[in-house]
């Protein structure tokens, strides 16, 4: 439960901006590790922001990532599978 009070501000910034007459959104994830837990509340952030997308707002999603960390590109190519919404891939030194 402590993991939704972490992210609930994020969660109402998305809703603040279904609201609002901004038309783009450009969204920033740069992680190096994060549990199931932020797994959870990451993939319900994502769906927030695609039903945004479908609402007609452009909405971009840049995933950083590490150039050697495989796993953390692997796991942003699982997200936009699981979304269904392109993903800009960002490889960083």
């Given at each position: 439960i402590f993991f939704f009070i972490f992210y609930n501000p994020v969660f109402q910034a998305i809703r603040d901006l279904a609201k609002s007459n901004v038309l783009k959104i450009v969204v920033d994830f740069q992680l190096e590790y994060f549990n199931t837990s932020s797994a959870r509340c990451i993939f319900?952030?994502?769906?927030?922001?695609?039903?945004?997308?479908?609402?007609?707002?452009?909405?971009?999603?840049?995933?950083?990532?590490?150039?050697?960390?495989?796993?953390?590109?692997e796991t942003g190519e699982d997200f936009e599978e699981l979304i269904e919404m392109t993903f800009n891939y960002i490889p960083e030194n």
């Open positions: 319900l952030m994502l769906k927030e922001l695609k039903d945004l997308a479908v609402s007609g707002k452009n909405v971009n999603i840049n995933w950083h990532y590490e150039e050697a960390d495989e796993d953390m590109l």
